[in-house]
């Protein structure tokens, strides 16, 4: 199994910056991509981006490219969400997650969350 410990939330203006780290512990040579979603109160689970371990590519919903970047430490075990020019409808409970396979779209593997908020 692998667990994922999210880290980083808080409350930040328009404007601002965060950083929020996913720790990745137990089997995590079994992990191909790592992933970030977000879910706003009354709203889906939404996607914000994805890496992948073994090329470093990464990928984007629209609406945070240009504003979010996601990166790994150089361990692999971790990978970060820099987010950058927050605006309020970024405002949601973000979740790191991870997957075996770059083949399917199912994510295996759910952190707890971390709340972020951004006041205007």
């Known amino acids: 199994q692998v667990q994922l410990v999210e880290s980083g939330g808080g409350l930040v203006q328009a404007g601002g910056s965060l950083r929020l780290s996913c720790a990745a512990s137990?089997?995590?040579?079994?992990?191909?991509?790592m992933g970030w979603f977000r879910q706003a109160p009354g709203k889906d689970r939404e996607f914000v981006g994805a890496?992948?371990?073994?090329?470093?590519?990464?990928y984007y919903v629209d609406s945070v490219k240009g504003r979010f970047t996601i990166s790994k430490a150089n361990t692999e075990n971790t990978v970060y969400l820099q987010m950058d020019s927050l605006r309020p409808e970024d405002t949601a409970v973000y979740y790191c997650?991870?997957?075996?396979?770059?083949?399917?779209?199912?994510?295996?593997?759910w952190g707890q969350g971390t709340q972020v908020t951004v006041s205007s």
């Open positions: 997650a991870a997957k075996n396979s770059a083949y399917v779209t199912k994510y295996d593997y």
């Open positions: 137990g089997r995590t040579y079994i992990i191909n991509t």
């Open positions: 890496i992948s371990r073994s090329t470093d590519s990464t």
